[in-house]
């Protein structure tokens, strides 16, 4: 690895840390001594890249700092490519079109020489088949995910039984074939798991729920969890 890149890559490290990387940590990753990592960020230090931390401890990364958000690896590329691919095969239609249009973006931008990584990956996703239709407007769902609305479905369960429901929706998972929807369910009062494919009608509602998104993320990701525990236990 060239001695740039490598300066490049301990600032990416840090960047997607939330604590204190260690020079251990940073060394084992470039494949280099802790020396050559001291070394390199105190060059980088002597830079004015705002790195804080000592030997021992551990290294920050000012969250004030930026850099060119296209200074691209070729894994980076790749890794990029890759998923745009999937996006694009088992996307809904706006999702698959704005995967194109990324590809597109990083294409007009990154270096001649980085140029065959995206026309020409070593990489591919599997192609997809056909997914199953979608009963709700998955663009509008998201949309309504960030901004904290509710919903009002009319929902078919695997037995064909209907309810209607008002749904605070939490993410959408994306599946070869399928879509899900992850939401708190008044109806229920707990979180429930609903294919896109079996509503019937969705009703976007103007009302907001009276918690944050991401705020709602995070009690859905603890009964994930507290879920996975209990079966585990079981």
Not at 117 to 134: K, L, N, Q
């Amino acid at each position: 690895m060239r001695r740039a890149d490598r300066l490049f890559q301990i600032i990416q490290i840090l960047r997607r840390s939330t604590r204190p990387v260690t020079a251990g940590e940073i060394a084992r990753e470039l494949e280099v001594s802790q020396r050559t990592v001291y070394r390199d960020v105190a060059d980088l230090i002597a830079q004015r890249v705002p790195i804080q931390g000592e030997a021992g401890f551990g290294y920050i990364l000012d969250d004030a700092f930026d850099m060119p958000p296209l200074m691209l690896t070729p894994d980076e590329i790749e890794a990029a490519v890759l998923g745009a691919q999937w996006v694009a095969g088992r996307g809904d239609a706006v999702l698959a079109n704005a995967a194109r249009d990324l590809i597109a973006k990083i294409t007009s931008v990154v270096p001649e020489r980085l140029r065959p990584f995206i026309a020409d990956p070593a990489i591919a996703a599997r192609p997809s088949r056909t997914p199953v239709p979608d009963g709700i407007d998955l663009a509008r769902t998201r949309e309504w995910i960030r901004e904290g609305r509710k919903i009002r479905i009319d929902y078919r369960d695997e037995r064909g039984d209907h309810s209607l429901r008002v749904i605070w929706p939490v993410i959408v998972g994306f599946f070869d074939e399928k879509r899900m929807l992850a939401a708190w369910c008044e109806l229920r009062q707990d979180f429930r798991h609903f294919r896109a494919d079996r509503v019937i009608t969705a009703e976007f509602l103007d009302e907001r729920f009276d918690s944050r998104p991401a705020t709602l993320r995070q009690r859905w990701k603890r009964h994930l969890a507290e879920k996975h525990a209990a079966h585990a236990t079981a």
